[in-house]
């Protein structure tokens, strides 16, 4: 089960990978500006940061199978329609409910926090720090394929010119999608064990319940805070990279797409060795220390003199960085027990979306007027307030839980 909820996530991450390189490259072709490029950005988050919370509570409840079928179900129908009916509304309304362009890295959009837990919910917990890294390393290199084909996807069709040049990008979107909810369809669920233990030699169970719950909401809470400085800072650049490289080098999607490529490709082997590097030294420190040289990168990009130099920190930023991502995910659902980990997924994907939506906006904004410079230095500000947080805030709950979890 795992095993193949993993594929999904590699074959969606495929498509998204040409998204993140080419959806905002369609935009530009259409003659939207950078603002606007932003505004969309932001209302996909936004929309997925909401929708994430709902999900992954009635996830708990309902079972995760479900909503990832809806999920498929759904993004067949946008892209159908953005294919037929390119109408600007049409585009804005499945760009926002399904987060075109935003580098999801395989994540099923709002429905991610429910995917998730499914996952968690198949691997004990001493193996989740290396099964999350092997998710993640799997993603990235589906990414990293995407990225390579959205290379060449605007050029498929001969002799078509302009924004219908990118028509391929979108089938490409909705093959995907139809095999995927074939692959979810065809799954069985287990039931959610709902009378998980609490402590041992616990005489009260509903006090001790209770104290569980504050204990995990407590640790919950914190992660938020600290999640929303790291995405904000995230946010305020990255899913406008590309169109930065636009403006800034006058290069488009056939330099681009290599480039990202490249990224995914190396960072899914980083967060592979990061898988290894965790069991040795701790969740804590795998997802901390790289990040340093990342704080670094991303403040250096903006005063690149060339793309070829740019794309050098850009790399070396994903892969320090992103890196750490299925380390991520493991420390966020190993806080609670499985009855709760939808919502600990999705307050995890809240506080990543809502600071990354928010982030493309301003973003988007200070590139509009001519500020190229000050997004990354802010951008590399944020990071660096993560990496000092973390450790200090979240460094308690490193240890496995005592209740039990599993």
Known sequence: MARQLIVIRVLRSVAQGALAVDFTLYLRARGWQADAVGLLLMAGGLIGAVLGLVVGILSD??????????YEVGLTIG?????????????AATAALFGFGRGANGSSGPFAPAEQAWL???????????????????????????????????????????SAAYLPLFALNLLVALVNLVQIWRLQEDRLDVQERVP????????????????????????????????????????LLPYWFAMRFGVGPELIGPVYSLTFIVTGFSSLAVGRISQRIGLVRSIVLPRLLGVLMIGLIPFAPTFALASVFYVTRSIVNRGSAGAR????????????????????????????????????????????????LLAAALQLGYVVLFPIVMGRYAAPKAQGAD
């Open 120 to 162: 968690a919910q198949r691997v004990p917990s001493h193996k989740r720090g290396p099964v999350f890294s092997l998710n993640a390393a799997a993603q990235f290199m589906g990414m990293g394929v995407g990225s390579l084909l959205a290379a060449g996807l605007p050029h498929l069709l001969p002799g078509v010119n302009g």
């Open 61 to 70: 409840r309902m079972g995760r199978r479900f909503f990832l079928i809806v």
């Open 329 to 376: 995910q493991a420390f966020s659902v190993g806080l609670v027990r499985d009855r709760r980990r939808g919502l600990a997924s999705s307050l995890n994907a809240l506080s990543w979306s809502l600071p990354a939506a928010i982030g493309p906006a301003i973003g988007g904004y200070l590139i509009g007027i001519g500020v190229i410079v000050w997004p990354f």
């Open 79 to 91: 892209t159908l329609a953005v294919m037929w009916l390119p109408a600007t509304w049409v585009l």
């Open 200 to 239: 041992a030699g616990a005489e009260d169970i509903e006090v001790a319940e209770t104290t569980v719950v504050r204990q995990e909401n407590r640790a919950l809470l914190l992660l938020v805070i600290v999640n929303m400085v790291n995405a904000l800072g995230a946010g305020l650049v990255m899913p």
